[in-house]
Structure formats: structure tokens, C-alpha cells
């Protein structure tokens, strides 16, 4: 046994404590617009919690600097499409406002200022990561700071690998303003020489490493110099007899929603000109670094036709995602502790055999606890398997030389009967399902790219086998994307079951995507756009139908985000009859917790961390307190979003066996409930509070907790005698 294997409920104030004391307010914040927080605003919220972990003490410094740059590449994502979208509205006139009463100009001019003092922090942050990098000798240099011999090396560097793929621009008459494309980082420069004055500009190649490292110094510390620094310091080779009067660096982004024709007859040729079109979007976001010259500004401003409040002056470095590159896997002294996922010891138990540990009861394997390896062995074993007969596969999001796909290719070139439904409306990775869709065409398998105005979000696989006479389906429902690389960071859940009522369900939902035939009773499964949000009004209203007859009502749910305002209302009104629910949303919330007479009787934690927060859970009391054996239990693909319910196809799974339900209940969701040390706790302003324990005593963190402890299902004969025995409430 460990020392975190049994769940620390006596100190778990979140678990066991008393809900926060309600907040009486205006009853128009109970009844009007103000019952619900702005979507915009709380993504910025979540932001500013990834920030705080590059400021956490308790994080290593690497893992400090890699959560900035996750936060800088989040907001790149958010301006480029959210951010998007409201100008468009804006531009339009539209007068619609959110759940919130804010109309798009509102959000906007709320979103900038926010976005200021986040650009702001992250520039303060960054420094004071980069002098505690120096500290552990990681040096990121100027040109100044270069001694001769690496002022040599760098000639050499910049000879061999950056002048050819370097294309300088001079800005005249004769030399209009070049496009940049979306990301674009660009060095502008004003140059003197005897002849006069010269306006140019040099793009930074994305094929050339932001930070260029140098031989190691003296006492061994890694050197490294910003590509733009380097491009500085040999202005008089690029541009031989000029020399440098002002420079700035300066990145934009751009539009990048896809726009669809919805009566395209080529679905896959419409997607590869809507992503030509995506990289010429308008400019919405301008980040300038350079000092305090105006010319530079001015003119950058001018050729790109830039509002002042989409434009950004920062006291520092743009484009801080790029600091990815200087997490040294090399320095692990200053990275998390190397994790070797488990393999279940049920599979070792049967030698490594998918169907047989399947088959002996339902699977649900904790990722990246456990190895994502078993979906892929799954289905690798199932491409070789002479019993399988056939394949079904959805796709959203997977590796660039994906494995998954590589057993698909295999199955069908060994005469299986493989259907790929393959989702090119996956944002960004459009280009990347267009290419895996013609490679899994070429093998031989059905490519089905599904409906255009709904996006198929749901993971599911089935293989039937022939077993005794009799097709067998053993089925795979997952909370996250058939994707091992973020698989190793992302918590998800992968349930395995040879149910057939499981296998029925599955296969209805992939005829309904590949044929537009709509399920009809299925039996262990919820289908988004169809059934899925009926369902959970339907268990949510069961709950206070259980405490009006003097039972107990009460629900645990975990997402990545909640705005549904459909779904916030029921738990409003689910609230209010006394329901006391407990949700666990990494992200967006939309929903007012702990005000009177509205949501006393909820409580909103997010747990940000070391690994993503990304599974999908709902847990119903069903007339007794949570934890308990009586409770319905679902995983799911979808966040409770009006995108998810209503304009997605996505699965809710309920859980029937005995075990997989307590490892749900009384170990995963337990122990987020539990969790201190990772746990911001959102109060009825919309504002979150880090928990904090004693100083004297260790918080509980749910991640070190999953690192250590098998899954309750996966346990095979030689851990049996040694499962968890977790607290419960009396049923």
C-alpha cells in the first residue's frame, strides 16, 4: 500500500465540508442575464490559472516555463477564433447579446482590457523565470552578452542554416507591404546609410528553432540567443553598409473560423480551399516589442489597417508559445518526475490479450495512469486477428503518423471490413484528417467524413470477432481523442466492454453517421444532437423528484466547461429543491454558484495541474449521498455546451458494472472532490480562490494520488487482495 491509497476524506473540506454560506443578491441576478457568467470572460479566468502555475513555487522551473508558453498559445487560439467571431458580429451590427446581457462590442472591449493585463503578467512572469533559469544555467542571451568565440559560432550558424531560408523586404513604392501569414513573426527594421534611409522587413522563418543554443558555456550551463537577436546582429551582412536606427518585432493573427459551403459536393476539395482562404484571414490581433520609437508602430499599424484596441505593446517578447523550446528534456532535474504509465494487471494476466482481459468483465483504464498503449494493442491485435471481421472507428483528433490508423490500414490490407469515420471539421487538424483519410482510402478501408453541419466528437471503436458460431462486439467508448502523444497528458477515460447491448448501441451510432440512419432504442447509450440532453435533464430532474419525496438528491459531475444555459437552469431549479451538486469544471463556467435562491446548493471547483483535466463524468445519486453503490454513473465525449448537446454527435455512456461504477465514483471523482493542492474553488463574483491548507501540512493532489494507484477495474490476481478500500457514506 502507498501512502496516498486511501483518500484523505477527514481533511477534504471540498468532499465532506459544508457548502460555501449563499450570497443573497438583486433579484434581478437571480432571475435576469446576471444568473449566468460571460463565456468569454471565464475562458479568460481559466487562462489567468494556467499563468499561475508558471508562478507556482510547488512546479518544477521547465514545467514553470512550459505553462507560460500554454498559456501564450491559448490566447493565440482564443483571438484567432472567439475572438473572431465577436468582431465579425461586432462589425455587423449585431445586437445580440450572450447568456450574460453582454452585446459582442461589450465582450470585446471586456476582453481586451482583460488581455492587456494578462500580456502584462505574462511579460513580468517571463522575466522572472528567465533570471531563475540563469540561476540553473539556462541562459537566454543578447548580442552583447556573446563573447568571441560564440560571436564565430553563430557566423557559422547563421551562414549555414538561417541566411537561405531568410527573405529580407524593403518597404518602398516599388515593394508594397508583403502578406503575413496567420503568426506571422516579423522583425521590421528602419536602416541608415550613406545613401539615406531604408524601411524593411524581415519574416521569421517557422522551419528555423526561435532559440538558436550556442556551445555550452564554462562551468557546463546550456546558452541559448533569440533568432531575432541573431538577425540584429548581422544586419550588415544581410544589408551590407546600413546599419540600425529602430527595430521592433512585431506578430499578428488572423481570422481562422472556417467558412463552409453547405451544398459543397466535395466535402474534402471545400476543406482544402477553406484552409488556403484561413491562412489570408483578416488580421484581428497585432502584438508589437521594440521600445518606445513611434515611426516603426505607425507605419506597421498604417499597412495593416489596425485598430488601436487590437493592438498590443508589450515591454518584453512576442510570441512567449515559442518558450516550449527551452524545456530541456536533458534538465530533469528541473522537470516532473519521469512516469512509466501502467499496463493493467488484468491484461499481463492473460498475456497481454485485449479480448480475453475484455472479456472476463468491462475495463476502464484512467489515462495517462494507464498506458493508451492498451487502445492501440486493442486494435493492432484486432487488425492480425483471423477471428475480427470488421472494424468500426471514429476520428476527431490523432497523431500525425498515428498509429491507430496504421492498424486501421493494416486490418483492411488484411481483408477486414474497416469504416473510418474521420471528422475534417477538427479545428486545426483539418489538414492533418485529410491526410490520414486518403491514406486509410488507399489501404481499402469505407472513409465516412459524416455530416457537414454537425461535427462527430463522440470516441467509439467496435470490432466484431467470430466466437463459436456467434459475432461478438467488443466495443471502446472514450472521453478523449485516439491520439497517444496528448494522451500523456490529458486525463481520460477508456471504458472496454463486450456487452451487447454496449456493441448495439455503437454500431447504431456509427449508421447514423455513415448512413443518417437515426438510433432507435438504444439501450446503454445517449446520442448528441438526439437524446443526450434529455437524458441528463431527465436524471437531473429525477434528483429533485427524489428529494421531494424526502430522499437524497445530490450529483457530482466533472467537464472541461459548463455554459448550456438549458443545463444551467435545470441545475438552478435541481438546487433550489435541494439538490446539493458538486462540479468539478476545468475551464468555461457559465453557472453563478452559492448565491441564495438560486444556487446555494452548488459548488464549482477547477483542478489545474500537471496533467489536462479532460474526462468526462456525470455521477447521479439516484436517492442516496455520493459515493455510493446506488448512484448512475455515465462517462462522456461531450462538455455541457449548446455546441456539444446540440450541433455535435457525442456519446453518453452509462456505466453498468459494479466495479467500473466505484472506480468512478469512489476513486476518480473522489478524489478530484478531494484534491487541494491543484484546486481553485469559483465563488458567486465569478472570481476563484486557490484552496489553501495549513502551511504545516502536505494538501492532498489528486494527480500523485492516480499516479499511484492502479484503477479499481484493471486489477488482476495479483492485486486483487490489495484494492483500494475507499470511505463511502452508509447506503
Known amino acids: 500500500m502507498t501512502k496516498h491509497s486511501q483518500l484523505p476524506f477527514t481533511n477534504a473540506d471540498f468532499l465532506n465540508g459544508d457548502f460555501p454560506s449563499p450570497v443573497g443578491t438583486p433579484r434581478v441576478e437571480v432571475l435576469g442575464p ?21 508562478q507556482n513555487s510547488d512546479v518544477p522551473l521547465l514545467e514553470r516555463v512550459r505553462f507560460l508558453a500554454i498559456s501564450a498559445a491559448n490566447l493565440d487560439e482564443f483571438y484567432t477564433v472567439r475572438v473572431a467571431g465577436l468582431l465579425e458580429l461586432a462589425a455587423a451590427g449585431d445586437q445580440h447579446a450572450a447568456a450574460d446581457g453582454l452585446l459582442p462590442s461589450e465582450q470585446l472591449d471586456a476582453i481586451n482590457k482583460d488581455t492587456l493585463k494578462l500580456l502584462t503578467v505574462q511579460q513580468q512572469v517571463w522575466n522572472e523565470l528567465k533570471s531563475d533559469l540563469e540561476k540553473e544555467g539556462v541562459c537566454l542571451l543578447e548580442g552583447s552578452d556573446l563573447n568571441k568565440e560564440e560571436q564565430a559560432f553563430l557566423d557559422d550558424i547563421f551562414i549555414e542554416k538561417v541566411f537561405p531560408v531568410l527573405t529580407p523586404l524593403a518597404i518602398d513604392p516599388a515593394h508594397p507591404f508583403p502578406f503575413i501569414p496567420n503568426a506571422g513573426f516579423t522583425l521590421a527594421l528602419w536602416l541608415e546609410s550613406s545613401t539615406g534611409t531604408l524601411q524593411a522587413l524581415i519574416p521569421i522563418p517557422e522551419q528555423i528553432d526561435r532559440f538558436i543554443q550556442l556551445t555550452d558555456g564554462t562551468r557546463g550551463e546550456k546558452r541559448f540567443i533569440p533568432l531575432e537577436e541573431l538577425l540584429v546582429e548581422k544586419i550588415g551582412f544581410i544589408f551590407p553598409g546600413y546599419k540600425v536606427i529602430e527595430k521592433l518585432a512585431f506578430r499578428i493573427l488572423r481570422d481562422s473560423d472556417l467558412e463552409l459551403e453547405e451544398e459543397a459536393e466535395d466535402l474534402v476539395r471545400e476543406f482544402e480551399i477553406a484552409l488556403k482562404r484561413r491562412r489570408r484571414g483578416d488580421v484581428i490581433h497585432l502584438s508589437l516589442a521594440g521600445g518606445g520609437q513611434k515611426r516603426l508602430p505607425d507605419l506597421i499599424k498604417k499597412e495593416l489597417k489596425m485598430a488601436d484596441g487590437d493592438i498590443f505593446s508589450l515591454d518584453g517578447m512576442v510570441g512567449l508559445a515559442d518558450l516550449e523550446e527551452l524545456v530541456l528534456e536533458e534538465r530533469n532535474d528541473l522537470l516532473w518526475p519521469m512516469m512509466s504509465p501502467r499496463v493493467p494487471e488484468r491484461v499481463r494476466d492473460h498475456d ?24 492501440v494493442r486493442f486494435l493492432r491485435q484486432a487488425a492480425h486477428d483471423p477471428k475480427v471481421v470488421a472494424i468500426k472507428q471514429t476520428l476527431y483528433r490523432t497523431s500525425y503518423d498515428s498509429p491507430i490508423v496504421a492498424a486501421l490500414c493494416t486490418a483492411a490490407e488484411n481483408g477486414k471490413s474497416v469504416t473510418a469515420l474521420v471528422e475534417l471539421k477538427a479545428r486545426f487538424d483539418e489538414a492533418a484528417n485529410i491526410r490520414q483519410s486518403r491514406r486509410l482510402e488507399r489501404a481499402g478501408a469505407h472513409v465516412v467524413y459524416g455530416f457537414l453541419n454537425l461535427k462527430t466528437h463522440a470516441k467509439v471503436s467496435t470490432v466484431v470477432r467470430r466466437e463459436d458460431d456467434r459475432l461478438v462486439t467488443y466495443t471502446h467508448y472514450g472521453t478523449g481523442n485516439y491520439h497517444p502523444i496528448t494522451a500523456r497528458i490529458y486525463t481520460d477515460l477508456s471504458l472496454f466492454t463486450c456487452s451487447a447491448a454496449a456493441g448495439r448501441d455503437a454500431t447504431k451510432l456509427v449508421n447514423f453517421v455513415s448512413g443518417y440512419a437515426p438510433p432507435d432504442r438504444l439501450e446503454r447509450l445517449s446520442v448528441a444532437p438526439i437524446n443526450l440532453r434529455s437524458t441528463l435533464l431527465e436524471c437531473i430532474q429525477n434528483e429533485i423528484n427524489l428529494v421531494k419525496k424526502n430522499k437524497k438528491g445530490e450529483i457530482w459531475a466533472k467537464m472541461n466547461s459548463l455554459i448550456d444555459p438549458e443545463v444551467i437552469q435545470a441545475l438552478y431549479e435541481a438546487s433550489n429543491a435541494g439538490v446539493r451538486t458538486t462540479l468539478v469544471i476545468r475551464g468555461i463556467c457559465g453557472l453563478r454558484p452559492g448565491i441564495q435562491g438560486l444556487s446555494e446548493n452548488i459548488r464549482v471547483k477547477s483542478v489545474v495541474g500537471r496533467f489536462l483535466e479532460h474526462s468526462r463524468i456525470v455521477c447521479f445519486g439516484n436517492g442516496k449521498s455520493l459515493p455510493s453503490k446506488n448512484a448512475r454513473v455515465f462517462i462522456s465525449s461531450a462538455d455541457w455546451m449548446e455546441r456539444n448537446l446540440n450541433r455535435r454527435v457525442e456519446t453518453l455512456v452509462e456505466i453498468e458494472n459494479a466495479t467500473v461504477r466505484e472506480q468512478v465514483v469512489s476513486q476518480i471523482m473522489a478524489a478530484n472532490l478531494a484534491d487541494q493542492a491543484q484546486s481553485w474553488i469559483l465563488r458567486h463574483d465569478g472570481t476563484y480562490v486557490r484552496h489553501k491548507g495549513p502551511a504545516d501540512e502536505k494538501t492532498f493532489n489528486c494527480h500523485q494520488f492516480f499516479l499511484e494507484n492502479p484503477s479499481l477495474s484493471g486489477r488482476g490476481s495479483a492485486g486483487a487482495k490489495d484494492v483500494i478500500k475507499l470511505a463511502h457514506s452508509s447506503d
Open 352 to 375: 497481454g490479450d485485449m479480448f480475453k482481459a475484455i472479456r472476463q468483465k468491462d475495463m476502464l483504464l484512467h489515462h495517462p495512469y494507464e498506458t493508451f498503449d492498451m487502445v
Open 34 to 54: 446576471k444568473r449566468f457568467f460571460n463565456r468569454e470572460l471565464s475562458w479568460l479566468a481559466f487562462n489567468w490559472r494556467v499563468l499561475n502555475e508558471a
